[in-house]
């Protein structure tokens, strides 16, 4: 088994200020993802990476930067945080196998604008 | 394009009673679906997924799903819940494709009362 760690479970930062959501995992998968999850809206995809350095925007990639530094961690930052971004950021892993693309999720980090 | 719906936002059902979280998708080829659920302050953990064969999937803790082509459907179902079934439940598909990014529906979010 594996785990996946996301730090800091609740951030809390000034509008307009640059704020980063770390993401480790011990899986050795290949593949990390962030999520935003709104409340009533499921999960929107913002970026993901398939290796190491590499870098894949989702749909929701405008106002975050992503890297991908190391094959175990996943970092997400918001470039100015608003208000209206208050979310919970979920940090995800997978591995390909023959029944598919299966994510593994962490317990998520919750952003809050002030 | 691929889609998921889930089109009950909240269930309300009855300790002891049977259950169905309905999820209806759509995409052109051969799907892989999942259910996922989040409990409070948690991650997503992954229930019962289907890729191929048997129509009908078993997860964990009795639930089960049914994959119907020709709806375009992926059903959960559980004979009796328990107050501990009480959380969201997510509906994925991903394409039957070596990689894909799942795509989520909105959430369903359970309550069981005594």
């Known amino acids: 088994g594996g785990i996946i760690t996301q730090t800091p479970k609740f951030l809390i930062g000034q509008e307009g200020q640059k704020l980063t959501l770390k993401c480790q995992q011990n899986?050795?998968?290949?593949?990390m993802y962030w999520y935003r999850q709104d409340s009533g809206k499921g999960l929107r995809l913002i970026y993901y990476s398939i290796t190491e350095n590499d870098l894949q925007k989702g749909d929701l990639s405008e106002g975050y930067d992503a890297s991908r530094e190391k094959k175990s961690s996943f970092s997400l930052t918001v470039t100015s945080a608003q208000k209206n971004e208050m979310a919970v950021f979920l940090c995800?892993?997978?591995?390909?196998?023959?029944?598919?693309?299966?994510?593994?999720f962490g317990e998520g980090s919750r952003l809050i604008v002030v | 394009a691929q889609s998921v719906t889930q089109p009950d936002a909240r269930v309300t059902v009855s300790e002891g009673a049977s259950l169905q979280l309905r999820c209806k998708y759509s995409y052109s080829g051969t799907p892989y679906l999942f259910w996922y659920v989040q409990y409070p302050r948690q991650g997503l953990q992954l229930l019962l997924k289907y890729y191929s064969g048997d129509p009908v999937v078993q997860g964990v803790n009795g639930f089960e799903a049914e994959f119907i082509k020709s709806n375009s459907s992926f059903h959960l179902r559980k004979a009796s819940v328990h107050w501990s079934d009480s959380a969201v439940y997510f509906c994925?598909?991903?394409?039957?494709?070596?990689?894909?990014?799942?795509?989520f529906g909105q959430g369903t979010s359970l309550s069981v009362v005594p």
């Open positions: 995800a892993s997978s591995i390909v196998t023959n029944s598919g693309n299966t994510l593994y």
């Open positions: 899986f050795n998968h290949d593949t």
């Open positions: 994925a598909l991903g394409a039957s494709s070596s990689f894909s990014k799942l795509v």
